[in-house]
């Protein structure tokens, strides 16, 4: 899944299981080691990378330092 980011709301109880996630902003290239996932995580990264930069034009391959997190 990919998204464009508009602003952050309040953090809520997830509705499947009650539990309030944290939210990390980071590289894409980071997000497969934090997320944990493997392989799958690496190419879900890669899709996303084509579709920020395809259809919103972002500068994805300029590694930023972690920000934003709750």
């Known amino acids: ?20 996630y944290r939210r990390v902003m980071m590289s894409l290239t980071a997000a497969p080691e934090v997320l944990g996932w493997g ?3 690496v190419a879900q990264v890669k ?17 930023e330092p972690p920000g934003y997190v709750d």
């Open 1 to 20: 899944m990919v998204g464009l980011i508009g602003s952050f709301e309040g953090r809520r109880p997830d509705p499947d299981g009650g539990r309030i």
């Open 39 to 41: 392989e799958p995580a």
């Open 47 to 63: 899709a996303a990378a084509r579709v920020a930069e395809q259809r919103w034009d972002l500068p994805v391959g300029s590694p």
